[in-house]
C-alpha cells in the first residue's frame, strides 16, 4: 500500500513526544525511523523535487493539516499545535489535558463546541494562557481549586463551534508575536491576545 498523508498523520501522531516542538525535516526522520513498509512509489523522487523522495512531500503535506496553518484549509489533524517562531515552522502534538478530559466524562455529548479563553495570573504579570473548554465554568472552577491564593482570572473568552480549531488558531496568532512561550503560555500584552482572542469569530 502506498504512503498517503492520513498513514502519515496517524503514525507521526503517536510517534510524536506530546509538548515536544519539531521541524519538518526532524519529522521526517522521526518517520523514517518507524515506518518500514515504503513501495516504490513512495521512493521515488518527484519531477519538481529530484532530490528527494516522494513520501518527504507527503509528511511535508501531511502538517498543513494543522488548523494553526491558516494558509491552508484542511484543518483536519486538530491535536496538530503548529508555530513560527522563526523562519521555518514548527509543530507539536498537545498533551492530554486532565482537567478537561474529566470536564468530557461529565458531559452526556460533545459536538466539538464550547469556549477559547484568556486566564492571567499576577504572579506572572507578563503571561497570558490561552486554552480551550467544553464547559468554560467548570474550567474556571477548576483553576481556582488548584490555587490555594485563588489567583487565575479568566481575562476574557469566546464561544466557538469548534474549541479544538479555534484554540490552535490562536496559538499559532499568539505564537507569531509572542516574546516567549511555554505550552500554552505566551508573553505578550493582554490586549494583543484578546485582539487574537475575537479574530477566532
Known sequence: MTLNQ?????????EMTPGQWY???QLIKLFETKYSNFTSWDKE?????PHRPRWHRLVTNAVRMSPGRDDYDDNSWVSLRTRKPSRNYQYSISPKDPIEEAILRHMREDDGSGHVY????????DWVKIGMSADIQARIDAYQTYSPAKDYIIADSVAVDDRRFSENLA????SDIARNSSGEWFELDLNSAIDILHSLH
Open 6 to 14: 492520513d498513514i502519515i498523520k496517524e503514525m507521526l501522531s503517536e
Open 23 to 25: 521541524e519538518v525535516k
Open 45 to 49: 523522487a518527484l519531477p519538481s523535487e
Open 118 to 125: 484568556l486566564v492571567t495570573n499576577p504572579a506572572w504579570p
Open 171 to 174: 496559538h499559532r496568532r499568539a
